[in-house]
């Protein structure tokens, strides 16, 4: 018999692991179509702010492209899920030729400002990939040792660092550096030119140090 997803006493979705408990509003969407078969995916009602949890109390907002394009409702739902303690939020935004135009903006808001992970996609194809892969990757870290309670997430350290290489001029092996140096996404936006400069020199440096403090 299959375990059912559960709320406990505080009102936290208890979702076991293989399986995605998705908001009502997407059922018979692609995303929820490339999902069925690959991952359990259930639906149902009442997951605001949310689209998606996923178990060990990680949770996914959808941001379309329409979402984005029409303006910053969409803020008011990232904000409530930031204020959600017992929820670990990941933010998932359609980057298109259409909406790239308002992704920086989206981008310092969850990255910079509320120091939340963000994952760019294309289109509900590519998230529905994004999302199966962030469930086997929990199942797998669960199974590697079910008993022991992890310090830190690969999950986490994976998200950070596509999060870190969304920064201009930043890829994946300077990302690496960077997280050694600052780990977390606070620390590095908060960091001098000074201090940035160690790990990848003057002029990246006086870059990123631009494009922290444009929202401050």
């Given at each position: 018999?299959?375990?059912e997803a559960t709320f406990s006493s505080t009102g936290l979705l208890?979702?076991?692991?293989?399986?995605?408990?998705?908001?009502?509003?997407?059922?018979?969407?692609?995303?929820?179509?490339?999902?069925?078969?690959?991952?359990?995916?259930?639906?149902?009602?009442?997951?605001?702010?949310?689209?998606?949890?996923?178990?060990?109390?990680?949770?996914?907002?959808?941001?379309?492209?329409?979402?984005?394009?029409?303006?910053?409702?969409?803020?008011?739902?990232?904000?409530?899920?930031?204020?959600?303690?017992?929820?670990?939020?990941?933010?998932?935004?359609?980057?298109?030729?259409?909406?790239?135009?308002?992704?920086?903006?989206?981008?310092?808001?969850?990255?910079?400002?509320?120091?939340?992970?963000?994952?760019?996609?294309?289109?509900?194809?590519?998230?529905?990939?994004?999302?199966?892969?962030?469930?086997?990757?929990?199942?797998?870290?669960?199974?590697?040792?079910?008993?022991?309670?992890?310090?830190?997430?690969?999950?986490?350290?994976?998200?950070?660092?596509?999060?870190?290489?969304?920064?201009?001029?930043?890829?994946?092996?300077?990302?690496?550096?960077?997280?050694?140096?600052?780990?977390?996404?606070?620390?590095?936006?908060?960091?001098?030119?000074?201090?940035?400069?160690?790990?990848?020199?003057?002029?990246?440096?006086?870059?990123?140090?631009?494009?922290?403090?444009?929202?401050?």
């Open positions: 018999m299959e375990k208890q979702v076991p692991f293989g399986h995605v408990i998705g908001s009502e509003k997407w059922r018979g969407s692609q995303l929820a179509q490339e999902m069925q078969g690959k991952i359990k995916l259930i639906f149902e009602e009442g997951l605001a702010p949310v689209d998606f949890h996923l178990s060990n109390r990680f949770c996914i907002l959808y941001i379309t492209e329409a979402d984005l394009v029409a303006g910053n409702n969409y803020k008011k739902r990232i904000v409530q899920l930031r204020n959600a303690s017992n929820l670990k939020g990941i933010i998932i935004v359609e980057k298109t030729q259409m909406s790239e135009q308002y992704f920086t903006t989206v981008q310092k808001f969850v990255v910079l400002e509320l120091g939340m992970t963000l994952l760019p996609v294309s289109n509900q194809m590519e998230a529905s990939q994004l999302i199966i892969q962030l469930v086997h990757e929990q199942t797998k870290e669960r199974n590697r040792n079910p008993f022991l309670k992890k310090k830190s997430c690969q999950l986490c350290e994976s998200s950070v660092l596509q999060t870190v290489q969304q920064i201009p001029g930043v890829g994946k092996v300077m990302a690496l550096l960077l997280l050694q140096e600052f780990p977390s996404i606070q620390k590095l936006s908060n960091a001098s030119i000074q201090e940035l400069e160690r790990v990848v020199g003057h002029t990246l440096a006086e870059k990123m140090h631009t494009f922290f403090t444009q929202i401050r």
